[in-house]
């Protein structure tokens, strides 16, 4: 399993995620909800993810250091300002509540199911290596970050 450690892009994974729930949405109708105003909040809650995770990005660019999370070893600066105050992945928490928000449009229990898995993929294959490597490069700096700042939120 430590194969797909850091390999599959959080972008693509999310992508994939988002194909899986929609088939989920067609294959298993039955578990479809009328939600009220769906267009609106789901339109509200990608706003939202998409916000979190572009400050995130912005945060990393603005600090020099690498964006790309497949390579965390090549990270040049441990960055704890801006929104990693309040969570140490936002690029991942925006994707997920970008999935969040596919969920609510799609109106499917289903396809809401798969959500907890993204965050367990996410957490397993990603996340977990990635804190290894910054625990590796930033030593008791990143150990005193990860007890003042929640993984997700």
Known sequence: MNALELK????????????????????????????PGKLWL?????????????????EFRSAGTTVDPRMPHQSESLVTKGIYRYTRNPM???????????????????????LPLFIIYMNRFQILPEERHMRALFGEAYLHYMSQVRRWL
Not at 42 to 58: D, E, F, N, P, Q
Not at 105 to 114: N, Y
């Open 42 to 58: 789901s339109a509200a809650v990608l706003a939202v993810g998409g916000c979190i995770a572009l400050l995130g990005v912005l």
């Open 8 to 35: 599959v892009p959080p972008l693509l994974m999310t992508v994939l995620f988002g194909g899986a729930m929609w088939a989920l949405s067609r294959l298993l109708p039955a578990g479809y909800l009328a939600i």
């Open 92 to 114: 991942y928490l925006g994707f997920l509540l970008m999935l969040v928000a596919w969920g609510l449009f799609l109106g499917s229990v289903f396809a809401a199911l798969l």
